[in-house]
Each structure stands twice: as structure tokens, then as C-alpha cells.
Nanobody, 130 residues
């Protein structure tokens, strides 16, 4: 079992930046691809970014998320990060960390109802004020 704990959420003004962190424990971190998703009230959970296991050589961003979000991982710290810039009020949501042995699983889960991501964190709230 993998435990994921997110940190770094909070209140930020429009145009500001935040860096979220997700620390994993319980299994070998490098065996897992990682991802960040968010869910706003009344909306579906959406993928923001994903990164491959081991070195994190491959990253994926949905077209709608390219430019403002950057995912990275530090295997020595068992942590994956999401740097968020130029935040907008519509970015207000609960942000979740995801882990799965297969990067493709994280990439397709929003559109493939038959896909299940193995592990989720409990989320951290990001609120962007106007």
C-alpha cells in the first residue's frame, strides 16, 4: 500500500503562485508514475499533470493545462511537486496527488471510466481570491 500526503495548499491572490508537494510512503516511490488532479465543487476530477516513474523523464500535460503548471519529482525525498503560476479564481479546487505503476493509467483515467488509479491522497485545498 502507498500512502500519499499532500501539502502546500492555501489561500493565494489572483496572479500568485503556489507549489504543492505530495510525499509518498509505504512502497518504493520510484516504481510509481505520479500525477496531480483537482476537483472543484460540482465538477469532475480533472488531470493537471503526470510524470513517469523512476527518473521522471516523461511528463504529460493536457492541452488546457500547458503553460502554468509544472510537475517534478525528487526521488530522494519520495516527493512529487506541482508548481502553479499565474493562478486564477477558477483554479480554486481541492488538489489531489495520484500514484500508479503505469503513467498511461493516470493520463487516461479522466476519460476512461474503466480505468482506476491505484492510490490517491486526501487532497489539499487551494483557494484563489480575485
Amino acid at each position: 500500500q502507498v500512502q500519499l500526503v499532500e501539502a502546500g495548499g492555501g489561500l493565494v491572490q489572483s496572479g500568485g503562485s503556489l507549489r504543492l508537494a505530495c510525499t509518498a510512503s509505504g512502497r518504493t516511490f520510484t516504481n510509481y508514475a505520479m500525477g496531480w488532479c483537482r476537483q472543484a465543487p460540482g465538477k469532475e476530477r480533472e488531470l493537471l499533470a503526470a510524470i513517469s516513474r523512476r527518473s521522471g523523464y516523461s511528463t504529460y500535460y493536457p492541452d488546457s493545462m500547458k503553460g502554468r503548471f509544472t510537475i517534478s519529482r525528487d526521488n530522494d525525498k519520495n516527493t512529487v511537486y506541482l508548481q502553479m503560476n499565474s493562478l486564477k479564481p477558477e483554479d480554486t479546487a481541492v488538489y489531489y496527488c495520484a500514484a500508479d505503476p503505469v503513467l498511461h493509467t493516470i493520463v487516461v483515467f479522466p476519460t476512461d471510466t474503466g480505468t482506476t488509479v491505484e492510490h490517491w491522497g486526501q487532497g489539499t485545498l487551494v483557494t484563489v481570491s480575485s
